[in-house]
DNA sequence: CGTCAATTCGCAATCGATTGCCCAAAAGCG
DNA sequence: CGCTTTTGGGCAATCGATTGCGAATTGACG
């Protein structure tokens, strides 16, 4: 299978050394050998089909140029932006990305970890902000190189490329304010995740900030299942009822209009909903979605950038991106009934 | 940066050689060293945090225990759930999974192609049905294993892992005329995939069955603005117009649903609608779709069940393994208004 | 024409693990 | 007790490329 034709088969055609032939081919070393001869190994290398095998120059260089993206559940919907956002920096400068699954558990994640790490992976991209004992620190201390995406970084000094969460819980709650909304809830992603927290206190504070009354219903996870449980309990209860919605994300949201569909209810027209990320499709469900849209291919790419500095230029700074959002109204926000 | 624990390191600890240490950590060859002298090396190993260096091994051996799976584009619904199937398959089993997006292009295709050759992996997935010139043949004749997943193999004895779209477009036609339509368009995917023209024939000859009149109007592309913009040239023409649509997959068909709207026609009430592969959500679309149901998972961990047992049992027997498939019946048809 | 610096390129070590070959020690056997 | 067969494990080559070192060639310059 696959390569037969070595190194050495094209110094032998070309008439030269290998070890010649290798800087001939390699754009930083080719000023070390005569034009002529790198002229005669190239079309040599060319006749023969010539392709330099990358697990022996792995080897012998220490890098693979293969980075590891690590991330909870590729079938949820903003991954898969996220991932093409990556691939599209990575490819054309020679990386390969190796996307794994951790399915939201943590020693599925540090099995993973490891394995990519055995695999000479020159860096990591983590889409899975668990503010736990997720490997991110242990791999930080490891002097491991890699950027956290759509999560914040949690007191790891990596670098971060988030949406600007804040801005965006607060861009729904002003929508819902001027639609005369003035009983909200919050439905709280995870505590693990560090974006939960920071969606639920921005939630709180443009509440606050618009004299509205907010409460907040956590979560166990980012699914529709868990959006529909949790709002089943909250009209379950018998306080005085919201008019609106605002989910911790799109799933969530889903999981929402579930829930008000069981009990006969409408969105929009007797609960607004706003929901989070605008997932691919979010504008085609019953009904079409208001929701927060984060640029996603964009963090991929951001994040793979600031990955690909810390490999080649050693460049360790912590930054942190933080990407403009935008609120998207669409149909499951509607003026408030009644006062 | 990684693991600078070498295989010497555990050999001295364990005062054996760095061979013996490789026999005694690998499953088929501990046999062949003392049992007592396997376990010093082990907890020697253990005590170093030792993991082998999977690149060194891979040159060595000529296998990278990676597989690559060439798609055209992961932000299409339908592939994560497959590559998520495969995945399951191929990670307890040791293996890594590269997935690689084309956009349809042959030129990326082929370019990516070679790029996971050079990478040595030790087989590929190709979720990419070209029937034109794609490098599935030279893939074969080059002797590199391979197999089909969600696609025919076109003419190449690769093994091949499909939904069974002939039942699905039949079950599909037959409610239709169950539910009293007599007028069907079926919105043909692009040629250059196999399953086009299986679900096309399949369609034509399902309406010969049940008596009905089907024409087929065809895609340059699966995608949402396609169906629209064909659904849109199918509006306009002037003959008796459909009252059902067949869409070749759920892509399609929402672009249908765009096009009624934008039409001022509803769906299901004036135009019953089809669609196919029932991907994530579809459920939740406006209105929810009536497709048919494609076991993307199963389709993805068959297909590297099959890729496995090439690398591994050397097992090339062209196998198709078509899967069963079934009609999800949601709220996107209903029984025709009037005869 | 001799000396010194700059080019070019060959040599061989190296990356870390695997494996065929072979020798020594132990076990089996008559 | 001597001889054959196993068993255990050391030795060194190998996978294919990269790279520090130094030798040879060329050119520049006084």
Redesign the interface.
């Known amino acids: 299978?696959?390569?037969r034709v070595t190194i050495s088969d094209v110094a032998k055609l070309a008439g030269v050394h290998p070890g010649t032939v290798s800087r001939a081919l390699n754009k930083k070393t080719e000023n070390q050998v005569n034009a002529g001869t790198v002229r005669r190994v190239r079309d040599a290398a060319k006749r023969l089909g010539y392709?330099?095998?990358?697990?022996?120059r792995?080897?012998r260089t220490?890098s693979?140029m293969t980075v590891g993206v690590i991330i909870p559940?590729?079938?949820n919907?903003i991954?898969?932006?996220i991932?093409?956002g990556i691939?599209s920096y990575l490819?054309p400068r020679g990386y390969?990305?190796?996307?794994?699954?951790t399915d939201g558990s943590d020693a599925n994640e540090r099995k993973l970890f490891?394995?990519?790490?055995?695999?000479?992976v020159?860096g990591f991209i983590f889409g899975t902000g668990h503010t736990g004992q997720s490997i991110v620190h242990e791999a930080y201390e490891?002097?491991?190189?890699g950027v956290m995406v759509n999560r914040d970084s949690g007191g790891v000094p990596y670098p971060a490329v988030v949406g600007d969460d804040s801005q965006g819980i607060r861009a729904s709650v002003e929508h819902l304010a001027q639609l005369g909304h003035r009983r909200l809830v919050h439905l709280e992603g995870p505590a693990s995740f560090s974006t939960s927290r920071v969606r639920a206190a921005s939630f709180l504070s443009s509440c606050a900030e618009y004299g509205l009354s907010g409460t907040v219903a956590l979560c166990d996870s980012y699914s529709v299942d868990e959006g529909q449980r949790v709002m089943d309990a909250v009209l379950a209860e018998h306080s005085s009822q919201p008019t609106a919605v605002v989910a911790g994300n799109d799933l969530l949201a889903?999981g929402v209009?579930h829930s008000l569909r069981m009990h006969g209810l409408r969105c929009p027209e007797d609960i607004s909903v706003v929901g989070f990320n605008d997932m691919?499709?979010s504008g085609?469900?019953?009904?079409?979605m208001t929701t927060v849209r984060v640029p996603q291919t964009e963090l991929g790419a951001e994040s793979a950038r600031l990955l690909l500095r810390q490999i080649e230029d050693a460049d360790r700074s912590a930054v942190r991106v933080v990407l403009p959002v935008e609120l998207i109204v669409r149909a499951s926000t509607t003026r408030v009934h009644q006062a």
Chains 1, 2 share one sequence.
């Open positions: 299978m696959s390569t392709s330099p095998n990358s697990i022996a792995g080897l220490s693979s559940d590729l079938t919907p991954f898969p932006p991932v093409r691939d490819l390969t990305t190796v996307v794994v699954n490891e394995s990519l790490v055995q695999r000479q020159d490891r002097g491991i190189r889903l209009y691919p499709f085609d469900f019953q009904p079409p």
